[in-house]
């Protein structure tokens, strides 16, 4: 009996105990964000596409619209599909895939514990079971970077094929839309419903070549006009709801819906608050997000080949460089590090720091390189994804003119800048980072170009850049959240916050951060007013209630550069931006990240979920954008059943409610984590997590 009374006095403390934190926490949560930042928030304002040129050709029903056929939108598919739902999917290019495929980036970015356990959503774990049985191995690259590194154009038909088996088994029913743009939205009377979406689709005009023959830059404006041009013939497409209900997804690269929208998001690194202490300015910054990258493959060859330089390589050259750190300047350690195809492995060697196998010919790389094809504008002269601010001065938020979002110039610039990567990796002699006297010659190489190559192009890029970062939803306002939802650094961060650097901020801000990461000790430290130094910070992340879906990596920044154009010699990275790079705890994903202002019936399930930008470098990898696509999908699914709206799951959200401990069991019975092993409240041994 006594032992029963322990322990039931025991559950009763921790039970309180876990209130009082969760008050304090929302308490001192109140001042979450800055909502005077300029430039970084956006207002409330709908586009609706009322100047249509000329007929709609064709009106399509569906139950999901997923704009976006990245990783996120491939997911949210995969899920909708088993549960038969009839889903229209989207996407600029004509590739589903994204990172995997379209963007090149086909090199899986993977926590150590967590792929030791496969703790990952069914789809992503099915994805990797079938690299493994496509090539008889997960690594047929023998890369480094990776346990698994292979090539896009056959991940681009594993995914499709995985759709299309989904639709089967679930009966649901797909209708793939490539080479599609959205260009507008209808909404309600209210405006809290998208009623029906314009999108344009686009194929070679008559006596043209075939797609992707062209780099992005040169047809992106093109694919967003209504007309008919010499290159391109369009077809206007109406999207509207299936059975009078339907959920939209915003599952694209750059947060195109939520701009176009117009419901409250961020660009650019936020403003510094103890919520996030990395941040090297006070008030924000909307044009420095992380760099993006064209990707390309290139292979070795038996001898050397002729090398054609670049008209504007000059203007690029002083940007290339191997790394900071002399062992890496090393071609084999560049060439191995994204190897993504090896047929005939050679004998191990030394290249840099490490021990691989020998390149040998035949073998394929892609590249993805920071002093090498990541572009990394950072002002308002050159930034990639446009602000608020700048879509309004360039009209892009005015009825029927949308464009996409992103400034044309930057993407022709990050084009030039990888085809002058190749030409610096096999001819270039000088180097940004080391100085003279590193950098060799090797033309035994070729770029892989043609619609049968790795990239799917006839130029040997990747379709779409690889986006690191696009905007960032800002969540609704809620108890502890007036501002509006957003995970944030402390969030997931398992920086040393005893660091000098922390130590210098402002005495009240550094006293509300250890408060914030007392854990269940913040009641006492409040009340006891206990010193930041004595407090005992917490060794987990945060923990949510509505959590649908799990991500974890290291906090990886590729920072914009300082000054303008980001090529510019001895331009230096933009100071501070790497300071919260390192580790961090398996976060989660609140279902309240996905849930927009404003709409009702739009999810976003991509890089663009409300987050911090510490924590957007944490949670874009692959596995992530996975997860919460899964989530997305079968979110809309149960929302759509039981005749509500996603919001209502979460409104005011206090704790759990039946509805959302629904969706939870459903998510994890159907092989989609919510939640890491042993990872609690009560548990701060998470260290395990961190090892890497």
Same mark, same amino acid.
Request: include cysteine.
């Given at each position: 009996?006594?032992?029963?009374?322990?322990?039931?006095?025991?559950?009763?403390?921790?039970?309180?105990?876990?209130?009082?934190?969760?008050?304090?926490?929302?308490?001192?949560?109140?001042?979450?964000?800055?909502?005077?930042?300029?430039?970084?928030?956006?207002?409330t304002h709908l586009v609706v596409p009322t100047n249509v040129p000329r007929s709609i050709d064709r009106t399509v029903n569906c139950e999901l619209l997923v704009a976006g056929g990245g990783i996120a939108g491939v997911a949210t598919a995969y899920e909708a599909l088993q549960a038969g739902r009839t889903v229209c999917l989207t996407d600029i290019t004509d590739w589903v895939g994204g990172q995997l495929t379209s963007q090149g980036t086909s090199a899986l970015d993977e926590a150590k514990k967590q792929r030791a356990l496969l703790f990952y959503s069914r789809g992503y774990n099915e994805l990797r079971r079938r690299i493994e049985q496509k090539y008889g191995k997960l690594n047929p690259g023998q890369c480094w970077v990776s346990v698994s590194c292979f090539l896009p154009n056959d991940a681009e038909q594993i995914l499709m094929t995985m759709l299309q088996e989904a639709a089967k088994k679930g009966k649901g029913t797909l209708q793939w839309f490539p080479s599609t743009v959205i260009k507008g939205l209808t909404t309600s009377a209210d405006g809290k419903l998208i009623q029906g979406a314009i999108a344009i689709q686009h194929s070679p005009a008559p006596n043209t070549p075939p797609l992707n023959t062209e780099p992005l830059s040169r047809t992106i404006e093109d694919a967003y006009r209504y007309e008919n041009s010499s290159r391109l013939t369009?077809?206007?497409?109406?999207?509207?709801?299936?059975?009078?209900?339907?959920?939209?997804?915003?599952?694209?690269?750059?947060?195109?819906?939520?701009?176009?929208?117009?419901?409250?998001?961020?660009?650019?690194?936020?403003?510094?608050?103890?919520?996030?202490?990395?941040?090297?300015?006070?008030?924000?910054?909307?044009?420095?997000?992380?760099?993006?990258?064209?990707?390309?493959?290139?292979?070795?060859?038996?001898?050397?080949?002729?090398?054609?330089?670049?008209?504007?390589?000059?203007?690029?050259?002083?940007?290339?460089?191997?790394?900071?750190?002399?062992?890496?300047?090393?071609?084999?350690?560049?060439?191995?590090?994204?190897?993504?195809?090896?047929?005939?492995?050679?004998?191990?060697?030394?290249?840099?720091?490490?021990?691989?196998?020998?390149?040998?010919?035949?073998?394929?790389?892609?590249?993805?390189?920071?002093?090498?094809?990541?572009?990394?504008?950072?002002?308002?002269?050159?930034?990639?994804?446009?602000?608020?601010?700048?879509?309004?001065?360039?009209?892009?938020?005015?009825?029927?003119?949308?464009?996409?979002?992103?400034?044309?110039?930057?993407?022709?610039?990050?084009?030039?800048?990888?085809?002058?990567?190749?030409?610096?990796?096999?001819?270039?002699?000088? /180097?940004?980072?080391?100085?003279?006297?590193? $950098?060799? %010659? =090797?033309?035994?190489? &070729?770029? *892989?170009?043609?619609?049968? +190559?790795?990239?799917?192009?006839?130029?040997?890029?990747?379709?779409?850049?690889?986006?690191?970062?696009?905007?960032?939803?800002?969540?609704?306002?809620?108890?502890?959240?007036?501002?509006?939802?957003?995970?944030?650094?402390?969030?997931?961060?398992?920086? /040393?916050?005893?660091?000098?650097?922390?130590? $210098?901020? %402002? =005495?009240?801000?550094? &006293?509300? *951060?250890?408060?914030?990461? +007392?854990?269940?000790?913040?009641?006492?430290?409040?009340?006891?007013?206990?010193?930041?130094?004595?407090?005992?910070?917490?060794?987990?992340?945060?923990?949510?209630?509505?959590?649908?879906?799990?991500?974890?990596?290291?906090?990886?920044?590729?920072?914009?550069?300082?000054?303008?154009?980001?090529?510019?010699?001895?331009?230096?990275?933009?100071?501070?931006?790497?300071?919260?790079?390192?580790?961090?705890?398996?976060?989660?994903?609140?279902?309240?990240?996905?849930?927009?202002?404003?709409?009702?019936?739009?999810?976003?399930?991509?890089?663009?979920?409300?987050?911090?930008?510490?924590?957007?470098?944490?949670?874009?990898?692959?596995?992530?954008?996975?997860?919460?696509?899964?989530?997305?999908?079968?979110?809309?699914?149960?929302?759509?059943?039981?005749?509500?709206?996603?919001?209502?799951?979460?409104?005011?959200?206090?704790?759990?409610?039946?509805?959302?401990?629904?969706?939870?069991?459903?998510?994890?019975?159907?092989?989609?984590?919510?939640?890491?092993?042993?990872?609690?409240?009560?548990?701060?041994?998470?260290?395990?997590?961190?090892?890497?």
């Amino acid at each position: 009996m006594v032992k029963r009374v322990c322990w039931r006095r025991s559950i009763r403390l921790a039970v309180v105990a876990f209130l009082v934190v969760s008050m304090v926490s929302w308490a001192f949560r109140a001042p979450a964000q800055n909502p005077s930042a300029q430039g970084t928030i956006a207002q409330t304002h709908l586009v609706v596409p009322t100047n249509v040129p000329r007929s709609i050709d064709r009106t399509v029903n569906c139950e999901l619209l997923v704009a976006g056929g990245g990783i996120a939108g491939v997911a949210t598919a995969y899920e909708a599909l088993q549960a038969g739902r009839t889903v229209c999917l989207t996407d600029i290019t004509d590739w589903v895939g994204g990172q995997l495929t379209s963007q090149g980036t086909s090199a899986l970015d993977e926590a150590k514990k967590q792929r030791a356990l496969l703790f990952y959503s069914r789809g992503y774990n099915e994805l990797r079971r079938r690299i493994e049985q496509k090539y008889g191995k997960l690594n047929p690259g023998q890369c480094w970077v990776s346990v698994s590194c292979f090539l896009p154009n056959d991940a681009e038909q594993i995914l499709m094929t995985m759709l299309q088996e989904a639709a089967k088994k679930g009966k649901g029913t797909l209708q793939w839309f490539p080479s599609t743009v959205i260009k507008g939205l209808t909404t309600s009377a209210d405006g809290k419903l998208i009623q029906g979406a314009i999108a344009i689709q686009h194929s070679p005009a008559p006596n043209t070549p075939p797609l992707n023959t062209e780099p992005l830059s040169r047809t992106i404006e093109d694919a967003y006009r209504y007309e008919n041009s010499s290159r391109l013939t369009k077809q206007i497409i109406r999207f509207v709801p299936l059975k009078q209900r339907w959920i939209v997804v915003d599952a694209t690269e750059t947060g195109e819906l939520i701009a176009l929208a117009d419901v409250p998001y961020r660009v650019g690194l936020d403003p510094r608050t103890y919520l996030n202490p990395s941040s090297p300015t006070e008030t924000g910054d909307p044009y420095c997000l992380q760099g993006f990258t064209y990707t390309f493959a290139m292979e070795q060859t038996e001898g050397n080949q002729p090398q054609q330089k670049p008209s504007f390589y000059e203007q690029y050259a002083p940007y290339y460089g191997y790394d900071a750190d002399y062992r890496k300047a090393d071609f084999n350690f560049v060439f191995t590090y994204r190897r993504i195809w090896s047929p005939q492995p050679g004998p191990r060697i030394k290249a840099g720091p490490l021990t691989v196998t020998a390149p040998t010919p035949g073998d394929i790389s892609m590249q993805n390189w920071v002093w090498g094809n990541d572009y990394r504008p950072g002002t308002s002269a050159d930034n990639l994804v446009y602000s608020r601010d700048q879509l309004q001065q360039t009209g892009q938020l005015s009825s029927g003119n949308w464009m996409g979002g992103l400034r044309t110039d930057a993407l022709r610039k990050g084009e030039e800048l990888a085809l002058g990567f190749y030409y610096w990796l096999v001819e270039g002699t000088t /180097d940004s980072q080391l100085g003279d006297g590193f $950098k060799k %010659p =090797a033309p035994n190489h &070729r770029l *892989l170009t043609g619609f049968d +190559a790795p990239m799917g192009t006839a130029h040997g890029l990747s379709k779409y850049p690889y986006m690191r970062e696009g905007r960032r939803l800002i969540g609704r306002t809620s108890t502890g959240y007036p501002n509006g939802f957003s995970v944030n650094e402390i969030d997931v961060s398992r920086a /040393d916050y005893r660091q000098e650097y922390y130590r $210098k901020l %402002p =005495a009240s801000l550094y &006293r509300s *951060l250890y408060i914030a990461l +007392a854990g269940l000790e913040t009641g006492n430290a409040i009340v006891n007013d206990i010193p930041p130094d004595k407090i005992t910070r917490r060794t987990r992340s945060t923990i949510y209630p509505d959590s649908v879906g799990i991500s974890q990596y290291a906090i990886d920044f590729h920072p914009c550069m300082q000054d303008s154009p980001p090529e510019k010699p001895g331009n230096i990275e933009r100071p501070g931006v790497r300071q919260a790079h390192g580790q961090s705890y398996p976060g989660q994903i609140p279902l309240r990240s996905m849930i927009p202002q404003k709409l009702d019936n739009l999810l976003v399930a991509s890089k663009s979920i409300a987050t911090s930008f510490v924590v957007a470098a944490d949670y874009r990898v692959h596995s992530f954008e996975w997860s919460v696509g899964a989530a997305a999908g079968n979110t809309a699914d149960f929302v759509l059943s039981e005749g509500i709206y996603p919001y209502q799951l979460v409104d005011d959200l206090s704790g759990t409610t039946p509805k959302l401990q629904t969706l939870q069991k459903r998510l994890n019975q159907n092989g989609n984590p919510t939640a890491f092993p042993n990872t609690s409240i009560f548990n701060e041994k998470w260290e395990d997590w961190t090892v890497w």
